[in-house]
């Protein structure tokens, strides 16, 4: 299977580099797509017709607007699309252009999180009382473009936590496109928008990111935990990441297991 890599940041330049070096068995590295941007110098770099033109599996790595952008068209030529960006699909219109039927298929990453296969079966035995998803992270990471100077002066220099949104998993992992993808993979995994609440708290002590997931419902009553230590280079994102999405490639290939 070969694989192009969408993005070279925090997710996409290790996970390159993890593909490059043979990480996992059946998955070959075409190239990392870099629209324009100055291609690293120990990776190949592709142009998305290029990527198109080799790849089996293009994996996007690039943030929720590329997604938007980019992801219909990898679908449309027939090409599989792998994401980490799944907080895209919480627009309507992206979601129709993305799971439209009759072209490549797409794959979901667990990305930070754990639990969601636990998650989506329960979702099929039927229904749920409550899904609530807490997401705390170092403050500072969590000042957003919306936010009025006031608040992100307050978000930079709060000296205890501070619950900055409680909502729908919808508007959450719109709001904080960097640091709440996981409520829309919650969501997606459960298979409802509306039953899912999010919440995203600033911690100014928080040297890692959490996220808590409860679940009650037909199947029984969940509580998953994960405390990640965050990416060196980008800390809206944690270190595990590139490591989540070479399992989805291994899982992809049909290489579940893997022994080191
Ligand atoms: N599902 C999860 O658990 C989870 C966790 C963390 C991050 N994410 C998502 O992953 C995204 C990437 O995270 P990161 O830490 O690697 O970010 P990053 O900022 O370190 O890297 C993003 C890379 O994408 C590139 N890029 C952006 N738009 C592009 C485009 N249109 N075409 C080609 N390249 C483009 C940038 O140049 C950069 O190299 C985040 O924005 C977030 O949406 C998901």
Known sequence: MTVAVLGRGAIGGPLARALRDGAVPGARLAGVITRGAEPP??????????????????????????????????????????????????????????????????????????????????????????????????????????????????????????????????????????????????????????VVEAAVVADPAASLTSHVITAEGAAGRYRFEMCNHPSPTTPTTSGIVPYAVLRSIAAIAGRQVMFR
């Open 41 to 194: 110098a120990d990776l190949p770099a592709l142009t998305l017709a290029d990527a198109l033109a080799v790849a089996d599996l293009v994996v996007e790595a690039a943030g929720q607007d590329a997604l938007a952008e980019l992801g219909p068209k990898v679908l449309a030529a027939g090409k599989d699309l792998l994401v980490v960006s799944t907080g895209a699909l919480a627009d309507d219109a992206v979601f129709a252009a993305l799971t439209e039927p009759r072209q490549g298929r797409l794959h979901l990453s667990s990305g930070a999180v754990g639990g969601l296969d636990l998650l989506a079966a329960a979702g099929l035995m039927g229904p749920w009382r409550s899904v609530c998803l807490t997401t705390t992270k170092k403050a500072a990471t969590l000042v957003q473009p919306w936010m009025s100077p006031e608040q992100a002066r307050q978000v930079r220099e709060a000296d205890q936590p501070v619950e900055l949104m409680r909502g729908p998993a919808r508007e959450v992992a719109r709001s904080f496109p960097k640091s709440a993808n996981v409520a829309a993979s919650v969501a997606l995994a459960v298979g409802a928008w509306d």
